[in-house]
Each structure stands twice: as C-alpha cells, then as structure tokens.
C-alpha cells in the first residue's frame, strides 16, 4: 500500500509541476507529448489537475502491480542471485 500511495502521489505531483511550469513556456513540448496519452493533459492550471489525477491514478495503480510481483517474488523465488 505504501509503495502505491508512494508512486501515486509522486507521478501526480510530477504532472501537475511539469503542467504548471509549461504554462511558462519551460517544457511544454513534453506536456504535448504526454497529453497524448492522458486525456484532457494540457500546460495551465486545468490540465494540472487534469495530469494530477491521472498521474496518482496510474502511479497507484502500478505501483501495486509492482508490489505484487515484489511481493511474489520474495515468498516464492528460492533461488539466491548474490
């Protein structure tokens, strides 16, 4: 749950940032690349929140995906790497 919450609210903070700084003129060529691939992501306030929950919806969502296979990984794989 913590390593979730974690990815989640540090993609979403991540988006909202690079959105808020685009409105600037400061990487909004990465802002119009991302938009395609979250709808409604655009630089300004609006796209921020936008981005924001997009971000902490995605960053929790594989963030227990990983946790999961972490997790799998360490009751069931057996053998030593190191």
Known sequence: KSLALA??????????LLALTAS???GDR???LLANFYIGYEAGFAG???GAIWGMALG???????G????YCQK???????
């Open 7 to 16: 990815l989640g609210v540090t993609w979403g903070l991540s988006l909202l």
């Open 24 to 26: 600037f003129g400061i």
């Open 30 to 32: 990465l802002v119009d």
């Open 48 to 50: 921020a929140l936008i």
């Open 60 to 66: 929790v969502f594989f963030g227990v995906v990983f």
């Open 68 to 71: 999961y296979i972490y997790y």
């Open 76 to 82: 069931n794989c057996k053998k030593k790497f190191f």
